[in-house]
């Protein structure tokens, strides 16, 4: 399958450059906290780009430019964040600080990303009431998936249900940057990661009154099998639903509208 062999491949390359790092003697917090620094120029650059054209206008002069640089930027980002738990299982060294301070900054990273992107929009003139709103509900919505969990964490075993996990949301913000496409990714991510949120209450719930949720459709019925994005990563219907959110993020030209404006113009 298309994200079972692309996840073997990156997983040995994570692990090829983790040892090189664990021989330099580069440790897992050095990592995470290079993540947030390169996650804050990137909020920069967003803050100055995200407001340009829509798909694939690469002229330097102009802010796309600008949102280039965010993307590799937040390439780099993206690496610490996977090589630094790497480094920790490779090295012998985790500990629960470090995953403290994993958790932690990453919730500093999504705000660094999204109040990037609202800046940038109050910078337009007028300014875009409508994408600074859903840059607002994107970062709730990030926040809420990792406080959902935690907080559920300390009344159950564990609570990991839902597709939008933290890499599939560092993969929509990449994928729309380099489509120069950031309105599709703030309606998506406003929108969609709300039903992760919601699954893990609906699962803590469940869990507490003494029921056990299914958590893999292929352990269901047919009204649970086509239910796609409840699908694991590295099978068929996962892949379906990905693709679909990718082409999304691509293809889905979104201009320069602002109904919330409107409707507060009345």
């Known amino acids: 399958m298309i994200g ?6 990156f997983a040995g390359a994570r692990d090829f450059l983790a040892r090189g790092l664990v021989r330099l003697h580069v440790t897992p917090n050095t990592l995470t906290l290079t993540g947030m620094v390169l996650t804050a120029l990137a909020g920069v650059c967003y803050a100055g780009g995200s407001a340009s054209r829509f798909a694939w206008s690469l ?15 937040m390439i ?35 705000f660094a990303v999204y109040a990037g992107i609202a ?16 840059a607002m509900l994107a970062f709730f919505n ?5 406080y959902a969990r935690a907080r559920a964490e300390d009344l159950i075993e564990h609570c990991t249900v839902g597709y939008w996990q933290r890499g599939e949301r560092s993969a929509a913000i990449l994928i729309a940057t380099f489509a120069h496409n950031i309105p599709a990714l703030l309606v998506q991510q406003a929108a969609l990661p709300l039903l992760t949120v919601l699954r893990r209450v609906f699962y803590t719930k469940a869990v507490l009154e003494g029921k ?6 292929r352990q269901g019925g047919w009204w649970l099998k086509v239910r796609l994005w409840r699908w694991p990563r590295k099978t068929i219907p996962y892949d379906v639903v990905t693709g679909l959110n ?21």
């Open 212 to 217: 056990a949720p299914i958590t893999d459709p």
């Open 142 to 146: 990030s926040f809420m998936i990792s």
């Open 59 to 73: 002229d330097p002069r102009g802010p796309n430019a600008l949102l280039l640089a965010a993307a590799g930027l």
């Open 76 to 110: 780099l980002a993206s690496a610490c964040d996977m090589l630094d738990g790497a480094v920790a299982r490779i090295g012998n060294c985790s500990s629960r600080f470090g995953a403290f301070l994993d958790s932690t900054l990453d919730r500093y990273s999504d």
């Open 246 to 266: 990718i082409a999304f993020l691509i293809w889905m030209p979104i201009g320069n509208v602002d109904p919330l404006r409107a409707l507060l113009a009345g």
């Open 119 to 134: 800046i940038a929009y109050a910078w337009t003139r007028p300014a875009n009431l409508t994408f600074i709103f859903l």
């Open 4 to 9: 079972r062999t692309i996840g073997a491949g």
